[in-house]
């Protein structure tokens, strides 16, 4: 049973392109969660979502981030119009249907490492 | 110690002596608690976890402790070894809004001596 998967592994955009993030979870897992990391730091919130649902986005930032969660395919975190501030690592995260209370142990892919020049 | 910079705290051991790495929470009303072990360049890994209703839950050679009180969790690691070389992250999984998600700490480096 492959863990979650997450490419690209490294990326590289300049200033103002846009940056697509792609998540495939767990199999069997419905539950997406998308957490983004500066060096140093511990990993920060951003977005939790079901199949084609946004549950909380309440970590997203207002402007040039969104999510999605299609019925099929991966999870996609994408970036409009990339900033110096935006390089960071981004890391996805699973849980399977019955995690919907307190205790879903959420597993965690390897993260994609952007860099923005 | 907890953070307050760019830099992680680090915590240096011996090998072969215990570890213990401490974090602060910061929601009384959480309810479930996990410990992420983070190697360079990798995933936030599963080591342990603890419910509320505990205060004391032990695996193989890591013990977690909770106490609701202070809002204080601990990792203790026996006999650690080079391998336990990592960074650490306690989470909380709080109820925000109606939706559950993790908080993370700021994290601590532990550095194993040979």
């Known amino acids: 049973n492959a863990g979650v998967m997450q490419n690209p592994r490294h990326l590289v955009r300049r200033r103002g392109q846009e940056a697509r993030l792609r998540c495939s979870p767990m199999?069997?897992?419905?539950?997406v969660y998308w957490y983004r990391q500066l060096p140093e730091e511990g990993l920060k919130f951003m977005v939790y979502?079901?199949?084609?649902?946004?549950?909380?986005e309440s970590g997203m930032p207002k402007e040039r981030f969104s999510a999605e969660f299609p019925k099929e395919g991966p999870s996609i975190l994408r970036i409009q119009q990339v900033v110096r501030g935006d390089s960071a690592a981004y890391f996805c995260?699973?849980?399977?249907?019955?995690?919907?209370?307190?205790?879903?142990?959420?597993?965690f892919g390897p993260g994609t490492r952007l860099t923005v020049l | 110690g907890e953070s307050v910079g760019l830099h992680l705290p680090t915590l240096s051991v011996q090998e072969g002596d215990n570890s213990i790495i401490n974090c602060a929470y910061s929601?009384?009303?959480?309810?479930?608690f996990i410990w992420y072990k983070q190697e360079s360049g990798k995933g936030p890994q599963f080591i342990i976890d603890?419910?509320?209703?505990?205060d004391k839950r032990q695996g193989q050679r890591v013990t977690v402790l909770l106490n609701k009180t202070v809002k204080h969790l601990s990792l203790q690691i026996a006999a650690t070894q080079p391998g336990d070389s990592a960074v650490y992250f306690c989470?909380?999984?709080?109820?925000?809004?109606?939706?559950?998600?993790?908080?993370f700490g700021t994290g601590t480096r532990l550095k194993v001596l040979a």
């Open positions: 995260a699973s849980s399977p249907p019955s995690g919907t209370g307190p205790y879903n142990e959420q597993f």
């Open positions: 199999k069997g897992h419905s539950h």
């Open positions: 979502l079901q199949k084609e649902n946004i549950i909380d």
């Open positions: 929601n009384s009303a959480s309810d479930y």
């Open positions: 603890i419910r509320s209703n505990m």
């Open positions: 989470a909380e999984n709080s109820i925000f809004s109606g939706t559950y998600k993790y908080i």
